[in-house]
């Protein structure tokens, strides 16, 4: 079974442009989550989406940020316009119920120049 | 938010047991305690998880306290593939829905 996948792995952008990541989640995962990992800390959540709907995006900076999970199962993070500090890693992970374990992607590593 | 507090980082010899320990003094009576690990360069993997008794997996043990303000991820037999950074996670929940608060993690280093 294949696991979280995302795409692209690395991505190098100059500040004030855009940027999209794209995450597939595991088949059959109804719950997708969406991480801004800093170095040397811990994920962040920036957005959970039960099905279609995004049920917690507190955390998202909604100024320059959006994400869509159109039809419950992959999902776009797209940051518009790209900041030097949004430079970190972008994690996707699903889960197939509340208390289950999340399975997370290899990341997305985004450098703003 | 209750939150975590791990030690930065740790050594442990091969084929010993690495005992890592978090502190969650603020926990809730209903947040779980979770530990995920991270190696270089990969997303997290999920370990184990618990709310009051121990539990035990292939791939580790968990020990929370009567009190539930501590808890010790024990790998028991430590390999050089072990060596990760480790994050005690507790799962909140607050007004209808829940997150995860990851820390900073615990380094551990795998010696041969």
């Known amino acids: 079974e294949a696991g979280v996948v995302q795409s692209p792995r690395y991505k190098i952008i100059e500040k004030k442009q855009p940027v999209a990541f794209w995450c597939n989640p595991i088949s059959g995962h109804n719950t997708l989550y969406w991480y801004l990992q800093n170095l040397g800390q811990g994920p962040e959540l920036l957005i959970r989406y039960e099905n279609e709907e995004a049920v917690d995006d507190s955390q998202l900076p909604k100024d320059r940020f959006s994400a869509e999970r159109l039809k419950g199962v992959d999902s776009t993070l797209k940051i518009q316009p790209a900041e ?30 | 938010d209750a939150k975590t507090t791990q030690p930065t980082s740790m050594d442990c ?40 008794n121990n539990e035990t997996n292939e791939m580790a043990s968990l020990i929370i306290t009567e009190d539930r303000k501590s808890s010790t991820l024990i790998l028991p037999h430590a390999t050089l593939r072990d060596t990760a950074v480790y994050y ?16 900073t993690g615990t380094r551990l280093k795998v010696l041969a």
Request: proline share 3%; hydrophobic share 30%.
């Open chain 1, 84 to 113: 030097l500090g949004d430079s970190a890693v972008y994690l996707c992970a699903s889960s197939s119920g509340d208390y289950n374990e999340q399975f997370f992607g290899p990341g997305t590593r985004l450098t703003v120049l």
């Open chain 2, 13 to 52: 010899a091969e084929g010993r047991a690495a005992n890592l320990p978090c502190n969650h003094s603020t926990i809730s009576g209903n947040e779980y305690v979770y530990w995920y690990r991270q190696i270089h360069s990969q997303g997290p993997q999920y370990i184990i998880h618990g709310l009051k």
């Open chain 2, 88 to 103: 005690c996670i507790v799962r909140v929940t607050s007004s209808g829905t829940y997150k995860y608060i990851f820390g």
